[in-house]
Nanobody
Framework: QVQLVESGGGLVQPGGSLRLSCAAS????????MGWYRQAVGKERELVAT???????NYADSVKGRFTVSRDNAKNTVFLQMNSLKSEDTAVYYC??????????????WGQGTQVTVSS
C-alpha cells in the first residue's frame, strides 16, 4: 500500500503564499508521477500540477505562472509552492501519486487532503 501525508494548508490573504508538502511511504517503487489536484465546494476535482519522472511538469492554465510543483526524489516528497493566491484557489488540495504496480497496472493514490482558504 501507499500512504500520502500532506501538510502546509491553511488560511492566507489574497496575494499571499503557501507551500504544500506531501510525503509518500509504503510500496512506492515504480513511481510514474506525483502532483496535486484540488476540489472546491460544489465542483469536481481538478488537476493543479503534476511532475513525472524525467518529463515536463504539467499545470492547469489557472495556476500557470503562480504555482510551482517540485519533487525531492530522495525523500519521496512532492511540493507545491503557491504564490499570488486568489480567492478562487480556495479548495481542498489532494496529493496524487501514480505508480506502475506489478509492472503492468497504472495505479493512482490520493492523500487525505489539506484545506487551503484564501480570504481577507
Amino acid at each position: 500500500q501507499v500512504q500520502l501525508v500532506e501538510s502546509g494548508g491553511g488560511l492566507v490573504q489574497p496575494g499571499g503564499s503557501l507551500r504544500l508538502s506531501c510525503a509518500a511511504s509504503g510500496s512506492i517503487d515504480n513511481i510514474l508521477k506525483m502532483g496535486w489536484y484540488r476540489q472546491a465546494v460544489g465542483k469536481e476535482r481538478e488537476l493543479v500540477a503534476t511532475i513525472p519522472n524525467g518529463g515536463s511538469t504539467n499545470y492547469a492554465d489557472s495556476v500557470k505562472g503562480r504555482f510551482t510543483v517540485s519533487r525531492d526524489n530522495a525523500k519521496n516528497t512532492v511540493f507545491l509552492q503557491m504564490n499570488s493566491l486568489k480567492s478562487e484557489d480556495t479548495a481542498v488540495y489532494y496529493c496524487y501519486l501514480q505508480r506502475l504496480r506489478a509492472g503492468v497496472f497504472r495505479t493512482n493514490y490520493w492523500g487525505q487532503g489539506t484545506q487551503v482558504t484564501v480570504s481577507s
